[in-house]
């Protein structure tokens, strides 16, 4: 499935139309630099003379960017202290459910795990993050409707710290990612938490649609104005075809996807497997 067959399936039995195939790979998601890139670098190579030997040639390209191992979380601390992550993004990409996902994931795993209700700006958000918490059974600290998201951090930070808590996810607005003002938010909600502890956060995750083509490449480049990005949640990666943007992110950021989601269940989530990605999105 995917693009991959596309390929195979345009160019079977003829020539390889080089426009055509670089119309493929930006319909793919690939992105308009990478696309440019790949299609140079195949045309040079004489071998390339099928469909199949295009596309494994892609495959193989596609591979060298992202890498074959995944990235999972950081082990505890041997130091005792939680690790932070922040997860910021968008309104709609399924942030606040990725953030109780993981929590999840983190419990399965027999860890400890505090969660930051930052989400002040969207009263929904607050409650639906509490619910989420009550039914994965994990701490969570909350404040009220358009409270400080920087103060709520810091309390959820202390509490980790104080309860031993191997891991503290703060769960930041849905911002816009062309609001200069909730950039700087972010920015300051990574203060408080040094505060307490100067090497926090630890993880700085931006979660991205893997439906919205260009543009979840271009939210994970605007966030990263904010912080230093660590990693991508990509949701709705369901074998659509339409995950190219996770080759792109990596390729023109450096951003690495970290976890992906696949549905709204708990159990639709998952350490992000460069090689399964390959075989089965792409």
């Not at 990263?224 to 949640?233: H, R």
């Amino acid at each position: 499935m995917g693009l991959f067959k596309n390929i195979v399936d345009r160019f079977r039995g003829g020539e390889v139309d080089w426009d055509d195939l670089e119309e493929t790979l930006i319909a793919g998601d690939l992105g308009i630099r990478l696309t440019t890139e790949l299609v140079d670098k195949l045309q040079n190579d004489k071998g390339l003379n099928d469909a199949e030997a295009v596309a494994q040639a892609c495959r193989d390209e596609i591979a060298k960017i992202i890498g074959s191992d995944p990235i999972d979380i950081p082990p505890p601390r041997q130091d005792g202290k939680p690790t932070v992550i922040l997860v910021a993004g968008v309104n709609g990409v399924g942030k606040t459910t990725s953030v109780a996902k993981l929590a999840s994931l983190l419990k399965a795993r027999g860890s400890s795990v505090v969660l930051a209700a930052a989400d002040t700006f969207r009263a929904a958000a607050i409650e639906q993050l509490t619910i989420w918490a009550e039914r994965v059974d994990v701490p969570i600290v909350t404040t009220q409707y358009q409270g400080d998201p920087s103060a709520v951090c810091f309390d959820a930070h202390q509490k980790a710290i104080s309860t031993g808590a191997k891991y503290l996810i703060c769960d930041t607005a849905g911002r816009l990612h062309t609001r200069h003002n909730l950039m700087e938010e972010l920015k300051k909600i990574s203060r408080t938490l040094a505060k307490q502890d100067e090497t926090a956060p630890h993880e700085r995750w931006i979660v991205v649609d893997a439906t919205t083509g260009s543009n979840a490449l271009s939210q994970t480049k605007e966030f990263g104005t904010a912080f230093d990005l660590t990693g991508v949640i990509v949701t709705k990666l369901d074998g659509s075809g339409k995950g190219g943007s996770v080759v792109a992110i990596k390729h023109d950021l450096g951003v690495p996807a970290r976890f992906i989601g696949t549905g709204e269940k708990e159990e639709d989530f998952a350490v992000f497997d460069p090689r399964a990605f390959i075989d089965t999105i792409l």
